[in-house]
């Protein structure tokens, strides 16, 4: 059996992981595992074997297993390009916007991979706690600094949370730190942010915080609340990057054995084209749209 693995880039480290498991488990007489990455060079794809001499290596060379695959290229229209897909049994694909494009090429094993948490027909995705705790934990250090300084007026920290779109991301980490979210800059969120700052004025607070994605216009926002109210204004910005860092959460490492366990478990008993979901703590396999032979790993 030929697999391909690919990856868009997102919570490389527990992907690594998940692919070191599948190196070290797999049965070599039945399964080859291949790596499948994009060659800038050549523009097209470029295959190598996975197995664990490669595995040594990259550990050793402190080298990435598998290269993250650009996104842009995974497309219909670069179809042709793609057309190597084709040569292997299954592509196990983790995370990725496109992944549900109708490529001619109907072998793909979908993964769940989002620190946004927004993948279709799954309640969760792999890298969302470790980048809804890296949030957390950035916001509270800023919190740490304002609460000790005096300046006068309320100090307003307006955080970009990574995205160009409204995501589950923005609400839960607004819970989290218990601040306002901004989902659009409207009259409707104009009003409830000012109501929010004449509230912590009211309790004599020096800061507060509100949180958005890259996509809003935080000057026309600070503009139109500026105009009515004494503030001062900073914006504190938290990049993809810093969400995807070496130590994933508990539950990220929980969900990454348990989609490495269903993954050993789909390849014995033959592996085929669908999606593995999240519904609450169990995961499921879903097959060409349709519920096929459920996965409950707990």
Excluded at 40 to 58: F, N, T
Aim: glycine content about 6%.
């Amino acid at each position: 059996m030929k697999i391909g693995v690919v990856h868009f880039g997102s919570f490389t480290t527990g992907i690594t992981e998940i692919i070191r498991t599948l190196i070290n488990e797999k049965n070599d007489d039945i399964v080859s595992l291949y790596g499948i990455e994009w060659n800038r060079q050549s523009d097209g794809i470029e295959v190598r074997e996975l197995h664990k001499v490669a595995l040594d290596k990259a550990q050793y060379t402190s080298e990435a297993i598998l290269n993250s695959f650009p996104e842009h290229k995974w497309t219909i229209q670069n179809s042709n390009k793609l057309q190597p897909l084709s040569e292997f049994d299954t592509v196990i694909v983790f995370g990725g916007k496109n992944h549900q494009i109708d490529l001619p090429y109907h072998n793909i094993l979908f993964i769940p991979v989002s620190i946004f948490n927004d993948i279709e027909d799954s309640s969760y995705s792999l890298g969302y706690d470790s980048a809804l705790n890296t949030i957390y934990n950035s916001i509270e250090k800023i919190r740490d600094t304002a609460s000790s300084l005096l300046y006068g007026r309320l100090r307003v920290f307006p955080i970009q949370v990574p995205g160009n779109e409204f995501t589950p991301l923005i609400e839960d980490t607004a819970l989290a730190v218990n601040s306002p979210f901004v989902k659009k800059v409207d009259e409707q969120a104009i009003s409830n942010i000012k109501e929010a700052i004449l509230e912590k004025n009211s309790r004599n607070e020096t800061y507060m915080f509100i949180i958005m994605d890259y996509s809003i216009d935080h000057q026309s926002l600070e503009k139109s609340i500026s105009k009515d109210l004494l503030i001062d204004w900073k914006v504190m910005s938290i990049s993809e990057s810093q969400c995807v860092g070496p130590y994933p959460t508990a539950r990220d490492q929980v969900s990454m054995r348990k989609v490495s366990q269903t993954l050993l478990e789909l390849i014995r008993n033959g592996i085929e084209p669908g999606q593995l979901n999240f519904q609450g703590n169990k995961l499921f396999f879903k097959k060409n749209n349709l519920i096929g032979g459920n996965v409950n790993v707990n």
